[in-house]
């Protein structure tokens, strides 16, 4: 592969950064439309109720209120599934029941949307929620997995028999698991346990709606899988698919929350009720309690087996999840968490089985690592542990049990690369593990410092799992720039740029040529959306085929304007020249000059338009390092250094790979240490629904972080590249589970780590040492 790129591997500027730094970027909350309505959405105060009337007769005489939706107003509007992902998996059928409604007579959760109204301004739409009088029949409800499994159990959905909403096994089991355990020379396992987390996302859920003049339905939403929420929407509301547009403004974050329709439905259905815009924007609280957070699990049982040289000969697991009061996408976490993780290390024998409930809490779903993040704490700690009880290195075990290119990968695909080995020893040196880990402990009071490591794999894209379809075109316009029509989500990745430097790196020509065109479904072909790590891989896979069939027709016209065979050609640097002699050429401009005004029947626009679904999947690698210091007195964790080794490929943008990893770390030491997403066990009410009460790591509390870009190009990726997204928050939680296992010498299995835990175990070792938490 050729690694002398023009554009490719350069800190560009983000094509959006202008917008956003001076305030000309649009996000939902700033769009205005002439009389537009303000929604809001009443919420069940109980997490289990049945909705007998509302009477909304007080909110409608209130002067300026528009509408008002009850359970009663639904007519033939249909239930949806807010995940979208009625998709095949390789473990078979994955259909979701579409049980959840724009508001719900049965309020299946605390937070459960049961009304909503429109009115012309936020505070008499306050007040109208104010004056809607429910009437609850209060039902019996159940906040935990292993209680919703027991007989007698209340019943949180009639599709989901016992409880049980999916129950779901590892897609590529191997060999003979028990066999292998009973003849492993050691055997580790543990219980773990996972919570909920929010995706503290800047903007909150929001939607503008409206109806034009021709009777479609057009919605500015923050979807980040646009076209499936077009159908998504044209279900819910019985219309054709050509009566709904979406379109996309700037999005402040996603991480995963964006991938279900959100605010979306509620807006849609009052805009079609009362023929006026609405828009509406959830506060902080709505977010936390209508929309999904981290899929938690109550239980992850984890046993591996290993030969006394340090070989992984066995993998079994067990995972208990809870979904919340509607399925959502949640039970993918565990068969994509199962998948990535026991596919991590080379083991001939695997098995795994998942049970993901139902029970009365919001609704879990995706959040960045999709389950892998919860498995990969787990597997790493017993990783650990059996390189400390067999005498072999953290890195050393790790090294003996990659994987290498051309054996299976976790998605069950060839392995294409790997420079997993790589990061880990790029990224002990940078740390300097060798020399910390060979210290000799020593009495530092109350403040114990500790050493830890973690290695991860992540996909990029969920091929084979699902859907893996991109479009791209190219039209290259007369003076040599390009309008480059694609749909990725705006959530803040910075794949425009990384967009852009692919289409700019194959036409030779600069990043700052290309326009990306996007952001409405009308204009661009299908896309299933950005999920998956997979929107440079996939749409960047796109947009350099798109962008190749368009050089190809550049480069003829080219030929045939400086008379020499087009083989002999290259375009580069804004120049379409002689390979032999780079001063004979013409600049691009010239060349697409000529082809559009060209007379006699010759005239053309070159352009390419191309269709990608990749087969393949290309596993992101990575090895964390952590510092940690741990207050023995409090149970207080301070993380003050922190080491990342990413093999992501060829990165296209570096700049763009270092901040995903950076706010990776800043989410990751969230979900390992502090954010504790906390329901009432008595009243089901959730305690932590801002930021007054749910800990979100803020700028004080980040290390001194270090970012190494291995950056060896994979041979599927366009230019080498593989995605980064998710990857840069998977591996955090278990290298610093390992450094406080380093610094005081107990485990603790539950996340987050916090002090009441850290305290709690420290208690217990002092009872029996060597006991976990």
């Known amino acids: 592969m050729n690694e002398e790129f023009s554009v490719v591997g350069k800190r560009i500027r983000q094509p959006d950064g202008p917008a956003k730094a001076t305030g000309e970027a649009k996000f939902v909350g700033d769009l205005r439309m002439p009389g537009m309505l303000i929604a809001k959405v009443l919420r069940s105060p109980h997490p289990h109720a049945r909705v007998v009337r509302v009477d909304s007769a007080k909110a409608m005489a ?6 008002v939706i009850t359970p009663d107003d639904l007519g033939d509007w249909n239930g949806f599934d807010r995940g979208m992902k009625d998709l095949p998996l390789v473990a078979g059928g994955y259909r979701i029941p579409p049980e959840e409604h724009v508001v719900n007579r049965t309020a299946r959760h605390y937070g459960d949307a049961v009304a909503a109204v429109a009115a012309v301004n936020e505070h008499i739409a306050e007040e109208a929620l104010s004056l809607l009088e429910v009437e609850y029949e209060v039902l019996p409800f159940v906040l935990n997995a292993e209680e919703a499994l027991g007989s007698g159990a209340p019943q949180v959905s009639e599709t989901a028999p016992g409880n049980i909403g999916k129950h779901l096994s590892y897609p590529y089991p191997e060999g003979d698991v028990d066999k292998a355990l009973a003849e492993a020379d050691l055997v580790v396992e543990g219980v773990f346990q996972t919570t909920k987390q929010d995706h503290c996302t800047q903007e909150t859920a929001a939607c503008l709606a409206y109806v034009d003049a021709a009777g479609r339905l057009n919605v500015w939403s923050q979807c980040q ?88 000969t066995a993998i079994k697991t067990y995972m208990l999840g809870h979904l919340g009061g509607y399925m959502g996408c949640g ?106 880990r060979s210290r000799p402990k020593k009495d530092e009071g109350r403040i114990k410092r500790g050493y830890g490591m973690a290695t991860m794999s992540h996909c990029t894209g969920a091929a084979p799992l699902y ?26 990745t910075h794949i425009w740029g990384a967009l852009s430097q692919i289409c700019a790196e194959e036409l030779g020509i600069r990043a700052e040529d290309v326009n990306i065109v996007t952001g409405d479904t009308d204009v661009t072909l299908f896309e299933y959306g950005s999920d998956a790590s997979r929107s440079t891989y996939a749409i960047g896979g796109a947009t350099l085929r798109a962008a190749r069939q368009a050089k190809e027709q550049l480069l003829a016209h080219a030929a045939a304007m400086l008379e020499v065979p087009v083989e002999d050609l290259l375009a580069r640097n804004g120049r379409v020249f002689l390979k032999s002699d780079p001063d004979k050429g013409l600049s691009v401009g010239e060349v697409c000059y000529d082809a559009i005004y060209s007379f006699g029947g010759e005239a053309t626009n070159f352009s390419g338009k191309q269709s990608f679904e990749p087969t393949w999947n290309s596993p992101t690698f990575g090895a964390y390092f952590a510092e940690v210091e741990v207050d023995t007195e409090t149970g207080r964790v301070r993380v003050p250094r922190f080491v990342t080794a990413i093999d992501c490929g060829k990165a296209i943008n570096p700049m763009a790979v270092e901040g995903q990893l950076e706010g990776g770390l800043q989410q990751g030491l969230g979900y390992a240490l502090t954010e504790n997403f906390v329901v009432n066990e008595t009243t089901g009410k959730v305690e932590t629904a801002n930021y007054d009460s749910y800990k979100v790591p803020g700028t004080l509390d980040m290390p001194h972080s270090e970012v190494i870009i291995v950056d060896r190009p994979d041979p599927k990726g366009p230019f080498g590249a593989k995605g980064v997204g998710e990857p840069g928050m998977v591996g955090i939680p278990p290298a610093i589970a390992n450094a406080i296992y380093d610094a005081i010498g107990v485990r603790v299995r539950g996340l987050p780590m916090t002090p009441e835990r850290i305290l709690a175990a420290l208690a217990e070792k002092g009872e029996a040492k060597g006991e976990t938490q």
């Open 62 to 67: 209130l002067p300026g209120v528009a509408a």
């Open 467 to 492: 859907l893996e379809h991109s479009n791209a075109m190219v039209k290259v316009n007369e003076d040599g720039s390009v309008d480059l029509t694609v749909y990725p989500a705006p959530v803040g």
């Open 331 to 436: 039970p993918m976490s565990s068969v994509i968490g199962m998948t990535l993780s026991m596919g991590h290390y080379r083991c001939p024998n695997r098995y795994g089985d998942s049970d993901m409930v139902m029970t009365n809490i919001p609704v879990s779903g995706a959040m960045r690592g999709f389950g892998n993040d919860a498995m990969m704490f787990c597997i790493e700690q017993l990783v650990d542990e059996a390189s400390e009880k067999l005498g072999i290195d953290p890195i050393t075990i790790r090294r003996k049990n990659t994987k290498e290119p051309g054996e299976t990968a976790a998605m069950g695909l060839m392995l294409e690369s790997s420079y997993l080995e790589e990061c880990m020893l790029s990224g002990a040196e940078k740390f300097g593990w060798n020399e910390l």
């Open 225 to 312: 899988l646009p076209h499936l929420a077009r159908r998504e929407l044209a279900n819910i509301f019985n219309l054709p698919v050509k009566k709904v547009k979406i379109m996309t403004p700037f999005v402040g974050g996603s991480f995963g929350q964006r991938g279900s329709v959100c605010a979306e439905p509620v807006a849609a259905a009052l805009a079609l009720k009362t023929n006026k815009p609405v828009r509406l924007v959830f506060s902080r609280e709505d977010n936390f309690l209508g929309l999904e957070s981290r899929t938690g699990f109550d239980k992850i049982n984890v046993r591996m087996g290993f030969m006394k040289d340090g070989t992984l």
